[in-house]
């Protein structure tokens, strides 16, 4: 059975940095566009970032570009997501998914397969 685990999120101050990491068993992620996705206290889920099946095409959201970097590695079978910068606003529980086709959107309907998430604190 296809499944993420996510890690590395964690109490961090305002301006910190942290690496997410979306790790996969029993598969290789090469085979899926990855993406990740927020749900902060009270607020609807939505979309942070995609990585392409290669790695070689990215898109993020408004709210994250320039403080938000994804990558993958291969050899690793793992998925990044570096957040630098962080800002209380971006208090969520963070997911990653994984879907079959890379459209470059975040949306949440396109990914088939959910981890549990990794919660993210920022708060001084």
């Known amino acids: 059975q296809l499944q ?3 890690s590395g999120g964690g109490l961090v101050q305002p301006g910190g940095s942290l ?3 979306c790790a996969a068993s029993g598969f290789s992620l090469d085979a899926y566009a990855i993406g990740w996705f927020r749900q902060a206290p009270g607020k609807e889920r939505e979309g942070v970032s995609a990585i392409s099946h290669s790695g070689g095409y990215t898109n993020y959201a408004d ?4 403080r938000f ?3 993958r590695d291969s050899a690793k079978n ?3 997501l570096q957040i630098n910068s962080l800002k209380p606003e ?4 963070y997911y990653c998914a994984a879907s079959r086709y ?3 959107r975040l949306l949440q ?3 088939n397969y959910w981890g549990q998430g990794t919660q993210v604190t920022v708060s001084s």
Request: no cysteine; charged share 20%.
């Open 4 to 6: 993420l685990v996510e």
């Open 19 to 21: 690496r997410l990491s």
């Open 63 to 66: 709210f994250v570009k320039g």
């Open 69 to 71: 970097t994804t990558s």
């Open 78 to 80: 793992t998925v990044y």
């Open 90 to 93: 971006d208090t969520a529980v």
């Open 102 to 104: 890379y459209s470059g």
């Open 109 to 111: 309907i396109e990914y």
